[in-house]
């Protein structure tokens, strides 16, 4: 069963056209790399899924349940699909590890312990143990990316979306956090990425969808193939 499946699905914000007749399914374990121009959609995509933007027609079933429909509940969604943003969007009032068991202890009720003790093995994973009682603000970009993602994997859901995560970052900070997706997707992790990180795309996935003017133009299970073109 796909996890995710899109049938003719559109999208407009007023007028403007912005999802032209999707049709696409999501695997679990499978890391998916969606590249586009800018303002091709590729955002609005990722957003459908987990319920940020609503879409205008067509069907979308997450693990077989209409988003549509009254008696699909977005949190479900939420606890299920993380996402990670390009501007990381960490509570700034909040230290790193607090960031982190928030939502397992106000949405799973996780008991604190813990949820400290998973949040800390989440960030060593990341490699931002040693910044745990850090406050956002005093972190690098990369470092609260990888903060980030060590939050959307606290609820440990079967997948994870990436918008751009690399493309608000210096350049020298967008090695780090390419590595922990990539350790991530290793590791089997079901992944949707927008991304212009070609490489990445070319190492790491194992699908890419090209996007332009809100359609799917290219669905290939091919990647070296289609970066040789
Ligand atoms: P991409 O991620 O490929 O850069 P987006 O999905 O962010 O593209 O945007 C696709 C198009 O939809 C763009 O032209 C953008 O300006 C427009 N758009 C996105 N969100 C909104 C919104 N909330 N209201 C109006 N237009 C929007
Ligand atoms: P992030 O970096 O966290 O992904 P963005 O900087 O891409 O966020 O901004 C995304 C937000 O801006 C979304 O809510 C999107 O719908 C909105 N947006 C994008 N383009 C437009 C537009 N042309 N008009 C209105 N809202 C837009």
Do not use: C, W
């Not at 918008?163 to 949707?192: C, F, H, N, W, Y």
Request: hydrophobic share 40%.
């Amino acid at each position: 069963m796909a996890m995710i499946e899109f049938k003719n699905v559109e999208k407009y914000f007023g007028n403007f056209h912005a999802l032209k007749d999707i049709n696409l399914t999501f695997e679990k374990g499978e890391v998916v790399v969606v590249i586009g121009p800018s303002g091709s959609g590729k955002s609005t995509l990722l957003r459908t899924i987990n319920g940020l933007e609503t879409i205008s027609s067509g069907n979308l079933l997450i693990n077989d349940q209409d988003i549509r429909s009254k008696q699909t509940k977005l949190t479900e969604i939420r606890k299920n699909i993380g996402m990670v943003f390009q501007h990381f969007n960490l509570y700034p009032n909040k230290t790193v590890l607090e960031n982190i068991t928030l939502a397992p202890t106000k949405v799973l009720n996780r008991n604190e312990k813990e949820a400290k003790d998973a949040a800390e093995r989440l960030l060593d994973r990341v490699g931002m143990l040693d910044k745990k009682d850090s406050y956002p603000s005093t972190l690098s970009g990369g470092q609260q990316q990888r903060v980030a993602i060590a939050r959307g994997l606290a609820m440990q859901p079967e997948m994870l979306l990436f918008d751009e995560p690399t493309s608000a970052l210096d350049p020298e900070m967008i090695g780090d956090v390419l590595d922990v997706m990539k350790q991530l997707a290793r590791e089997g992790m079901s992944m949707i990425v927008v991304t212009h990180e070609m490489n990445f795309a070319r190492d790491v996935a194992d699908r890419v969808i090209f996007m332009a003017d809100g359609q799917v133009l290219e669905d290939s299970y091919d990647v070296e193939g289609f970066f040789e073109q």
